[in-house]
């Protein structure tokens, strides 16, 4: 196994606890869950860079990565939705903006989850015919702005927790929850946006293949 391989398969190892660990009840397991999830995001960029730069790409690294994705982001979404709808805690989570407290609807977890679902049958059918999908333009900017959505999310729900347990109140604190809820809340509206306009270029131009 070699180093791209390595570093996916670490990735989806991760997954169980990035998927855990923001249901802990303290603000520090929470913290390492957001630092877990960093090193993830981080991670699946890494591997691919090297196995095209090295000439590392393998049928097995062609066949771990997508299911690394795929657990990555269910893995992260799921604890988001829930979370943000006050199951498994206390606190409450939801984004705080100027315009409102905002929480992870439930149609845009069906939305993003279902396409990924769907890209997924799809590529491999077009596979079958012969046809390689590869990622265009407004899909990577949609996976950019997922994991800054994703990771303001974890980051919010660790610091929200070290808020309740020292008590910060100030001004700061205050400007703080505006800042990471206008950041949450913009990016994940834009990543929701590029998931649905990405599909539709998708179907666009490859739907011929089915023809």
Do not use: C
Not at 62 to 82: G, M, N
């Amino acid at each position: 196994m070699n180093l791209p391989n390595a570093l996916t398969l670490s990735r989806i190892l991760a997954t169980p606890l990035i998927f855990i660990l923001p249901f802990a009840d303290t603000w520090e397991l929470k913290l390492a869950g957001f630092v877990i999830y960093v090193i993830a995001a981080v991670s699946d960029y890494w591997d691919g860079a090297l196995a095209r730069t090295r000439n590392l790409v393998t049928d097995l690294g062609k066949l771990l990565d997508p299911l690394a994705d795929k657990a990555l982001l269910l893995s992260t979404l799921v604890p988001i939705f829930l979370l943000q709808s006050g199951h498994g805690t206390v606190l409450d989570l939801r984004f705080v903006t100027p315009w409102g407290d905002a929480a992870l609807p439930l149609w845009v977890l069906v939305v993003v989850l279902g396409r990924e679902l769907f890209m997924t049958v799809f590529r491999q059918a077009a596979a079958r015919r012969g046809t390689v999908i590869a990622a265009i333009g407004p899909a990577k900017w949609k996976t950019g702005f997922q994991s800054v959505w994703v990771g303001s999310a974890y980051f919010w729900f660790a610091a929200k927790a070290a808020a309740f347990h020292w008590q910060w109140t100030s001004s700061w604190w205050r400007a703080f929850e505006n800042f990471n809820g206008i950041v949450g809340v913009v990016t994940m509206t834009v990543a929701v946006v590029l998931t649905v306009y990405s599909l539709g270029l998708y179907l666009r131009r490859y739907a011929r293949v089915f023809a």
